[in-house]
């Protein structure tokens, strides 16, 4: 006889879990601990049939699209019925850590793992899904995976988009063994059920709230631009001051302004960072005449982040008159923020208290696939602390106790967003 659904534990194996984590971290190419596993490189073709591999072991059936998103299904009692789904990344930045976005795929994985165990079986399909090229390293954009999934970005603009080898993303992945049709990539809207996606926090308010796990209510949205100031160069000694059309002069007032412009905004939600300040010559006896820089800018408000863009733009016009240089930027991207779905919150929330969890209501700061994947399904994230908020480092560290516990809310929350035949 099937245990009472009330009855039903699941249990994670962390010891399990745990080296799992480690071996996926010894397939990169940087030496650990830190990790480098940039998108359709050999290594990380080599973490994908690792994972593949796993998910076979657990009776999943794996499919791969176009782009190379990974789909690996434990089948339902009603197989046509939408999944319920779970899933992360596994590409890294170089010189990242262990835990960003692996710990929501193997943590994924293990739950779906631990509901096989505890005799669950569901109704709906549970979904492992590994979102190909988050990271923007190779293609300058982030998300590709979720994006396309999602129709976010069209099918034609993003096969375009080069790497720094001058290869699109098309002759990329063909090399890589994904053909297909990037049209056919985009899921249907009821494909999805709910979603939620398990990660690090990548900031520091758990640890500081002694908090294990962060329920997530919304994901921020970030915007980010491309910004080429041109002036006039010449020689550091020859020009008067008075004469000068001094481009990097030009770039620091920008750079002043735009940090006034997020602090001054009315929210501590609003952020905005230069984080590339390219400068032409580069010489030290020689006038910047040219600079190229990146703003990225992120809020949890659509319209207050965009009266921040449009003040920054202002901004631009008149710094362009009063130094007599030309600024012009472009819009890389201008994502909108999402809210998670309410049922996707209140499954992870009951979760959390019937195991006695006590769990923080909490932003995303950073973005994720479940920002996209939001625009076609109820979408949530539960948030695990990392030490001192560090990511996208080598010494991000996240502890196997937290992880395991996000594992089994995890599994818990995919049991209650789907039917159950027991
Ligand atoms: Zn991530």
Redesign the pocket.
Known sequence: MEPAPSRRREEIDQQRLNSEIETLAAISDAELPAVTRIVFTPTDLKARAWVISRCEEAGLAVRQDAIGNIFARWSGSDPAAPAVGTG??IDAIPNAGKY??VVGVLGGLEAIRALQRSGFRPTNPIELLVFAT?EPTRFGIGCLGSRLLSGTLSADAIAKLKDRDGESVDEVRRKAGFGGNLQDVKLPKDYYQGFVEL?IEQGPLLERAQTSLGIVKSIAAPASLRISIEGAGGHAGGVLMPDRKDALCAAADMILTIENAARSSGAADTVATVGVCDVFPGAVNSIPSRVGMTLDIRDTDLGRRDGVMQTIERAAQSISAKRQVSVQSEVLNADAPADCAPEVRAALSDSCREHGFPFLEIVSRAY?DSLFLSRIAPTGMLFIPCRNGYSHRPDEYAAPEDIARGALVLAQSLAKLCGSSQ
Request: proline share 0%; glycine share 14%.
């Open positions: 992360s990344h960003d976005g988050e990660h994720h």
